[in-house]
């Protein structure tokens, strides 16, 4: 089974940026899709990125497009979110998930109907 890591989250002011980072182990790396998901305090855990196995395929929340991007390096086993023009709404713990399923199934993932999280990273946005 998969086993995740995130990094990367600290306090930033409006406009600034972070890079995100996640660590895997187990399984074969490159047959997982992806993703990152945020969670605000007293939200659901909402979708904001994912990339397919060989990085093929990308997808994005509308939130985020534009300043987001999240990348892979399947030598490394990490996968990578940058996060420019940050503002207080992006502000919110950022999970890891990976599954085996097509990359087009991330998208409508929950922390109810995936079983692959890290711990999560917080990110926090000032104005």
């Not at 990490?78 to 023009?85: E, F, H, P, T």
């Not at 922390?111 to 890290?118: K, P």
């Amino acid at each position: 089974q998969v086993q995740l890591v995130e990094s990367g989250g600290g306090l930033v002011q409006a406009g600034g940026s972070l890079r995100l980072s996640c660590a895997a182990s187990g399984g074969t790396f490159s047959r997982y899709a992806m993703g990152w998901f945020r969670q605000a305090p007293g939200k659901e855990r909402e979708f904001v990125a994912a990339i397919s196995g060989i990085s093929t395929i990308r997808y994005y929340a509308d939130s985020v497009k534009g300043r987001f991007t999240i990348s892979r390096d399947n030598a490394k086993n990490g996968v990578y979110l940058q996060m420019n023009s940050l503002n207080p709404e992006d502000t919110a713990v950022y999970y890891c998930t990976a599954t085996a399923a097509p990359v087009q199934t991330v998208r409508s993932l929950t922390a109810r109907t995936s079983n692959a999280w890290g711990q999560g990273t917080q990110v926090t946005v000032s104005s």
